[in-house]
């Protein structure tokens, strides 16, 4: 339970500090499902900057940074008693449930319950993460976690270049102090803090949109994000896109609100900016344009008015940002090249056509579904009347629009290998827009809001019942295990003959062109065959290691292939094998 402590610690600082900056006149309990994704990605932004810099400084950081989590609980406390709540009002974000908002609601359940087990799936086949999430954020966790007062140091160590040391730390120091509190590096901490950044975007994005337009609205466009089966397969990959796509869309969402809600959420539009900073360096570059779209918005007075109060909030949460690029981290290869090679680059134009032409690319076949789905939002559009496109929603389209020229710029300028940065960035650049995307499509569609009567306890009773017994009907359809053929890579040249992993290796992996996965150590593989046996086969496979070691294969207990494996690809080819029908293994 201790990992439920550490979480359990950051989320009630971002609840304490909702509560400090919400509206007088609206009761908070009608609105949690905007207050917990939001006091859990604020709480964990919190809490990381003090567990890094007490790590970073300090002798004991986790009973330096247990006493400032203690300390600020006690303020934020007495800030809420002293802004006592006035004629609180309901806002009804989920209440008035018709039909149709009950079947979108229940699709969205159970939609939400096949998404765990893909997500629960997806963490059993790759328990570290995908490369960046055990290669660069997980590794800079334990470089946090080791307690070794000397991390700018280690972070400019030229050893460490490849791990950018320059990125920003709230995942891995979230993921350390969690392993603080646990007394041990348990793989589930950082699986689970990338789980709960895709379940809180869900949960902000459907509460967002009900609070601005109805709850029929709100559960379709959640729908549409965990239909995107790119973002169900990065929720455990460990990387740090999804973590910023939430902090994204809570400031886009925020902003909206403070046009009706005022101020309050308007500091909060500010402090998710400065937190997407603190998350990855495409943060920053979006809480410069969050910034410069809020300052040039609106009437010349209500800008004097606005203006002052996102700005508290971006200012900090952007002090852990400063002090960590200025005392810690090494400086960005971006920020390190000279102007005139700046401007050389700008000015390529094959560097352009190579661009736009993997946009293009990757617009195509974004979100990995099997046929594209922008054709059907299009429509929705078109067909639910006149969108109702207001000056905060503008703001919000220019932010998004302003981010994604900002990372076309950083692609024009990069010294790194251009096509290699497009081939394994570009489609999660564009996840970290993907949620705030969503979020105003479904405020582009011609709904009004209405006044909602409140749910009644047989409707909501009744509407639980019924979620429980899909939910049991959807597991049991997901628990059914695969046969042996439907594990197989595929036929091989057309005969009866299939190959795949067996039972020991983690999930595939890829890169242009080809897949590999990693042993856990003892490891299958499986030949099936389905029809009569084509008499002696050979197989053919490469395989390689990050330390010198001996691997040897057997088939049926006799030793059919034996050598020495390094970090180089070695061809193997196990020559007359007698396989006979069905599964065919060899360790």
């Known amino acids: 339970m201790t990992w439920l402590l550490a979480f359990g610690s950051a989320w009630l600082i971002g609840l304490l500090g909702i509560a400090a900056a919400w509206p007088r006149h609206r009761r908070l309990r009608d609105s949690l499902s905007l207050i917990l994704p ?18 970073a400084f300090a002798p004991a950081p986790l009973a330096v940074s247990s006493v400032l989590e203690i300390l600020v609980a006690i303020a934020l406390v007495v800030v809420i008693r002293r802004r006592r709540r006035v004629s609180a009002q309901a806002d009804g974000s989920f209440s008035g449930l018709s039909w149709a908002s009950c079947l979108a609601a229940t699709l969205l359940v159970q939609a939400a319950v096949a998404a765990v087990v893909v997500a629960l799936r997806g963490f059993a086949a790759s328990p570290f993460g995908l490369w960046d999430g055990w290669a660069i954020w997980n590794m800079h966790a334990r470089f946090v976690a080791s307690g070794n007062p000397g991390i700018g140091a280690l972070a400019r160590s030229p050893e460490l270049i490849w791990t950018h040391p320059d990125y920003p730390m709230l995942i891995p120091a979230s993921v350390a102090l969690a392993w603080a509190i646990c007394g041990a590096e348990i793989p589930l901490v950082p699986g689970l803090v990338s789980l709960l950044f895709a379940a809180a975007t869900v949960c902000l994005l459907v509460g967002a949109v009900s609070r601005l337009r109805n709850a029929l609205v709100g559960c379709v466009a959640g729908l549409v994000l965990l239909g995107t089966p790119f973002f169900l397969s990065q929720a455990t990959a460990q990387y740090a896109d999804i973590p910023l796509g939430f902090f994204i869309l809570a400031s886009c969402a925020a902003l909206v609100i403070s046009a009706q809600e005022g101020r309050g959420f308007l500091f909060l539009a500010g402090a998710a900016a400065g937190a997407a900073a603190w ?23 209500r800008r004097r008015e606005r203006l002052p109060v996102f700005l508290g909030g971006l200012f900090l949460a952007l002090v852990p940002v400063v002090l960590f690029k200025g005392l810690v981290a090494p400086s960005n290869d971006v920020v390190s090249m000279s102007v005139a090679s700046r401007l050389g680059q700008v000015a390529d134009g094959s560097r352009h056509h190579k661009i736009l032409s993997a946009l293009m690319t990757e617009l195509g076949r974004f979100g990995e579904w099997g046929s594209c789905p922008y054709i059907g939002l299009a429509a929705t ?85 019924a979620n429980l017994v899909l939910g049991c009907l959807v597991l049991s359809a997901l628990g059914r295990q695969l046969a042996p053929d439907e594990l197989m890579e595929g036929k091989v040249d057309g005969s009866s003959v299939a190959v795949g992993l067996g039972q020991g290796w983690y999930g595939k992996e890829g890169g242009p062109g080809e897949t590999w996965s990693w042993s856990k150590g003892r490891s299958e593989l499986r030949i099936f065959v389905e029809g009569d046996t084509p008499g002696t086969s050979a197989l053919e496979f490469r395989v390689r290691s990050l330390g010198t070691r001996v691997v040897t294969a057997r088939f049926f207990g006799g030793i059919v292939w034996k050598g020495q494996v390094a970090e180089g690809y070695q061809e193997v080819e196990i020559p007359g094998l007698r396989l006979h029908r069905g599964i065919n293994t060899i360790e």
């Open 38 to 55: 939001l006091g859990l990605g604020l709480g964990l932004a919190a809490t990381s900057a003090a567990y890094f810099f007490c790590a």
């Open 279 to 301: 998350t990855k360096n495409e943060g920053m570059l979006f809480a410069m344009v969050a910034a410069a779209c809020v300052a040039v918005s609106g009437a010349p007075a």
């Open 381 to 465: 559009l078109l067909l639910s009347g006149r969108p109702r496109i207001g000056r905060p929603e503008k703001t919000v389209v220019c932010m998004l629009v302003l981010t994604l020229a900002g990372y076309y710029f950083i692609y024009l300028v990069t010294p790194r290998d251009l096509s290699w940065q497009l081939t394994f960035s570009l489609n999660r650049l564009l996840l970290q827009l993907w949620p705030s995307a969503i979020f105003l499509w479904a405020l582009c569609l011609g709904f009004e809001s209405a006044p909602k009567p409140a749910v009644g306890r047989r409707t909501l009773a009744v509407f639980v019942a």
